[in-house]
């Protein structure tokens, strides 16, 4: 067994006794462990927090919601350094044997290096998060970048491991990568095209945080809520989660309605089918109960109507002034009330405007009240809307 300096120090206090040797060795580790446990709680409990909390001082406002990701960093570079003692005091404080020495160091550098990527993986966090209190982090969004440094970062670890374990050089373990090539492209596929994704996607800015975006093959129809390396994850309207490929978005098609949000409105178009023989040349005693009952002249101008203008007419010309005087209607975008092609169901008159209000309650609201109340004065114009005969009927009409 190798006899360390603090152990020859130890060795006198021991030197009238039996078991020397196994007393003078049992209390130079005690000394050594108990001199590692001292540091790291010295670094977890006063100096590491003490400049953490310097840190918050000078920059309070960014690194208040860091707090989490600095205390476990605080604990991963104590570690760090704890292992770093240990292989500096090792051959001085702790006795071992020659067999013992080699296996021993190897586990603690093991550690070291697993701490080393943990730390890079913390600091890539912190950067990724401070990243994401910008305002321009949720057009250009970095989690995908964040993922692949810290994969790349254990890929390093894993081969710096395998090469202290084999007595190797890491360039040794990298040259016989070469040879499993096709088995890592295999492995890795979902990654690589999940990494292409994710830049083409920042660079193109196709999809970020809380985008409403609807992915038909997947059955996703939501708020994207992560945008990760390998998967985004979309929070579904009945609050289900979709998770889907990052690669989908690029090599598939899918719906973002970004575009609705950024504008001045959110579309309605929806069509009402006439029935064809209720449609009508409008003589003088409808145009008057229409003015009586509606107010027609308030919403059109009559004076521009042909001499012969049929009921459908008058209706398509009420129902555009209706839209163009509701508040919750955007003005500055296309409005029109038009006619389509006729069908065996009639012929669709079809609404086209925009809602100022773009939430999805305000906006089926006013889609409802518009379409209730357009139903509703049908009658009044004499017509009728198609629709289609349907269920049981009652024997005593027959």
């Known amino acids: 067994m190798t006899q360390g300096h603090l152990q020859s120090l130890i060795s006198p206090l021991f030197a009238d006794s039996e078991r020397a040797e196994f007393l003078t060795a049992l209390t130079a580790t005690g000394i050594g462990v108990l001199g590692i446990i001292l540091i790291y709680f010295f670094l977890t409990s006063l100096m590491l927090p003490g400049l953490q909390s310097l840190v918050m001082r000078v920059a309070p406002s960014t690194t208040a919601a860091l707090k989490p990701l600095l205390v476990k960093l605080n604990r991963r570079l104590a570690g760090f350094i704890c292992s770093v003692a240990f292989l500096a005091t090792f051959h001085n404080v702790f006795p071992a044997s020659e067999v013992s020495v080699d296996i021993i160091q190897s586990c603690v550098k093991i550690i070291l290096i697993i701490y080393g990527g943990f730390i890079v993986s913390s600091v890539v966090t912190i950067g990724g998060a401070i990243y994401n209190q910008f305002a321009f982090s949720r057009e250009v969004p970095i989690q995908g970048l964040i993922q692949l440094v810290k994969l790349i970062t254990f890929i390093i670890c894993g081969i710096l491991i395998v090469a202290l374990l084999l007595e190797r050089s890491p360039t040794y373990i990298i040259s016989g990568f070469g040879a499993i090539a096709a088995v890592t492209m295999l492995v890795f596929k979902d990654t690589i095209l999940g990494f292409v994704a994710s830049i083409q996607i920042a660079a193109n800015r196709l999809v970020t945080y809380g985008d409403w975006i609807q992915v038909d093959s997947y059955g996703a129809d939501g708020e ?30 899918f719906k973002n309605w970004r575009g609705m949000q950024e ?3 959110r579309r309605i178009k929806r069509s009402l089918n006439i029935d064809m023989n209720s449609i009508r040349i409008a003589d003088d005693d409808l145009q008057q109960q229409l003015e009586q009952t509606l107010g027609l002249s308030e919403l059109i101008n009559t004076a521009s109507l042909p001499e012969q203008v049929t009921n459908l007419g008058l209706f398509r010309r009420y129902a555009e002034g209706y839209l163009k ?15 389509l092609q006729p069908l065996n169901h009639g012929l669709p008159i079809e609404f086209y405007c925009f809602s100022a209000d773009k939430r999805w309650i305000s906006y089926e609201h006013l889609q409802a009240e518009i379409m209730d109340h357009l139903l509703a004065v049908l009658p009044i114009f004499e017509l009728r809307p198609y629709q289609s005969v349907t269920g049981q009927f009652n024997s005593g009409a027959l």
């Open 224 to 253: 994207v809520i992560d945008l990760g390396l390998n998967t985004v994850k979309v929070r579904n309207w009945d609050n289900t989660i979709t998770t889907l490929p990052t690669y989908t978005l690029v090599s598939g098609s």
């Open 263 to 265: 504008s001045g409105g």
């Open 325 to 339: 005087q509701n508040e919750r209607i955007n003005r500055d975008l296309t409005l029109m009330v038009r006619e």
